[in-house]
Every structure is written in C-alpha cells, then in structure tokens.
C-alpha cells in the first residue's frame, strides 16, 4: 500500500486514481499510523513552498516521513514535493527544507532566456543522467513528461537522474538512496508516468 500524505495542499485524488490503474492500492492519510505501515509514501506539493513547508511541519508528519525513509522506505517527491526534500527554497525568501536530499531551489526568472514563459509548463523530454535508473525501467529513450513550475532544483549534481532542457539544465529527478523526487507529475504525463509509478512500486 502506498501512503499518500496530507497536509492541507488540494486534491490529491487524481494520484490515486493513477495507482488504482497500475493495479496499486493508494491512501490519502495524515494518519501517522497508516504512514508507518504502508510499503512506499508519497509526498506530494502545490503552490508556495513556505506555506506547504509551514503546514507538513504544523501537521508533524515531517518528522514521519523523515523517521520513516531513515528506515529504509521508498519515498517520492512529486512537483513541490520534491523540492521540499532539498536543504532550502529561495522562493520568495529563504526557507528550509526537509534536507533528504543536497540541494536547493531557486527560481527560474533570471537563469533563463527572457523569451521563455515562467512557469515551465507543458511536456518536456526526459534526458537520463549516466545508468538509467530502475525508476525509468519501463520507460522508452524518447520520452516525454508533463511539468507545471517557476522554480528548479540545483546544487543536485549527486542524486540527479533526469534533466529536462528549458533554457537551463532543469532537474527533472533526483535519486538519493530510497528517496526520489519528480519534479514533473507522474499522474499528469499519461502512460509515461504510470510506468514510473509501477516501477517505484516494484522497489
């Protein structure tokens, strides 16, 4: 069973109903209990980074989700998500962030042609970092995902397993042990992000 964790972010039901199609049981919980019993989490995000971070450490379930991975859970940051598991956020300020992974995220005004749209959104094609990772087992040499951002991660160069072109090197995915971050949203990019979801499952 895969955890899905709320905090106070939206609707979330669209993730599960991604997992329902891969034939995987999901749950939307804040529940602590149903967080440490379930096999995987996913730590999903929208909007601004200081408000989510705020609410997942008012709710205490930050302490849940890092107690758990330190246990050897697989854990998978999606959009927002993924970029709370870097060091810090320089969106609007400078916050803190999980600090799964070493990095941090910075904002795409500035750091890329003034003829690109901010935010990044569309479909982009993935670009694997050395050996393909497990997570895209599935997954074809051309392939394209669905992303929706004005900020990126860097400083990520150890856990980067997918880049994306958009006037800049853009992390698309990151790796760090057993914690994962998309910066795309796998139940927004089709068939591509269902085999990433079964792949994750498989771990």
């Given at each position: 069973?895969?955890?899905?964790?709320?905090?106070?972010?939206?609707?979330?039901?669209?993730?599960?109903?991604?997992?329902?199609?891969?034939?995987?049981?999901?749950?939307?919980?804040?529940?602590?209990?149903?967080?440490?019993?379930?096999?995987?989490?996913?730590?999903?995000?929208?909007?601004?980074?200081?408000?989510?971070?705020?609410?997942?450490?008012?709710?205490?379930?930050?302490?849940?989700?890092?107690?758990?991975?330190?246990?050897?859970?697989?854990?998978?940051?999606?959009?927002?998500?993924?970029?709370?598991?870097?060091?810090?956020?320089?969106?609007?300020?400078?916050?803190?962030?999980?600090?799964?992974?070493?990095?941090?995220?910075?904002?795409?005004?500035?750091?890329?042609?003034?003829?690109?749209?901010?935010?990044?959104?569309?479909?982009?094609?993935?670009?694997?970092?050395?050996?393909?990772?497990?997570?895209?087992?599935?997954?074809?040499?051309?392939?394209?995902?669905?992303?929706?951002?004005?900020?990126?991660?860097?400083?990520?160069?150890?856990?980067?397993?997918?880049?994306?072109?958009?006037?800049?090197r853009v992390t698309a995915a990151v790796r760090s042990g057993?914690?994962?971050g998309c910066q795309f949203h796998p139940e927004k990019s089709?068939?591509?992000?269902?085999?990433?979801?079964?792949?994750?499952?498989?771990?």
């Open positions: 069973m895969t955890a899905i964790v709320d905090y106070g972010i939206g609707n979330l039901f669209s993730l599960v109903s991604s997992f329902s199609k891969i034939g995987e049981k999901a749950v939307v919980t804040s529940d602590v209990a149903s967080i440490e019993s379930a096999d995987r989490i996913i730590l999903p995000g929208v909007g601004a980074f200081e408000d989510a971070a705020k609410k997942l450490r008012a709710s205490g379930l930050d302490k849940v989700v890092i107690a758990e991975t330190e246990k050897g859970k697989p854990l998978m940051g999606i959009c927002l998500g993924m970029q709370m598991l870097f060091e810090k956020s320089y969106e609007y300020g400078e916050h803190e962030g999980l600090g799964l992974i070493k990095g941090e995220v910075v904002p795409f005004l500035g750091r890329i042609p003034t003829d690109l749209k901010i935010p990044h959104m569309g479909w982009n094609r993935l670009e694997y970092e050395g050996e393909r990772d497990e997570i895209f087992k599935y997954l074809e040499e051309d392939t394209f995902v669905y992303f929706v951002h004005s900020f990126y991660a860097t400083g990520c160069e150890e856990s980067l397993i997918a880049t994306a072109e958009y006037g800049t057993n914690v994962f089709g068939k591509v992000g269902l085999a990433i979801l079964k792949a994750f499952c498989e771990l």
